[in-house]
Nanobody, 122 residues
Framework: QEQLVESGGGLVQPGGSLRLSCVVS????????IGWFRQAPGKEREGVSY????????YYADSVKGRFTISTDNSKNTVFLQMISLKPEDTGVYYCAAGPPSATMRGPFDYWGQGTQVTVSS
């Protein structure tokens, strides 16, 4: 059974860092497109980043480019999102999701985690 579990969220001051983890079971991350999305209170969900290792593609939203880095650890079947220089506008619930290798930030992503809260505040 496919399952994605996020962790690593928390409260951090502006300028701080966090590393989110997405532990995947039931499918191999190297064969899928794995994306990170976030949703702030009162706002629509937005795509942050994705990686599709089998087609050699990564993507970052303009709002996070240069500050966030997506990576995988195949031995742990885990996808990470390293976030530095965090801003209050990065606050939200962060979700990871899995889709076919051709999936982009527009989808399709078929499997979703439950999310982890990130709060950037002084």
């Amino acid at each position: 059974q496919e399952q994605l579990v996020e962790s690593g969220g928390g409260l951090v001051q502006p300028g701080g860092s966090l590393r989110l983890s997405c532990v995947v079971s039931g499918l191999i991350v190297d064969y899928y497109s794995i994306g990170w999305f976030r949703q702030a209170p009162g706002k629509e969900r937005e795509g942050v980043s994705y990686i599709s290792s089998s087609v050699g593609r990564t993507y970052y939203a303009d709002s996070v480019k240069g500050r966030f880095t997506i990576s995988t650890d195949n031995s742990k079947n885990t996808v990470f999102l390293q976030m530095i220089s965090l801003k209050p506008e990065d606050t939200g619930v962060y979700y990871c999701a899995a889709g076919p290798p051709s999936a982009t930030m527009r989808g399709p992503f078929d499997y979703w985690g439950q999310g982890t809260q990130v709060t950037v505040s002084s």
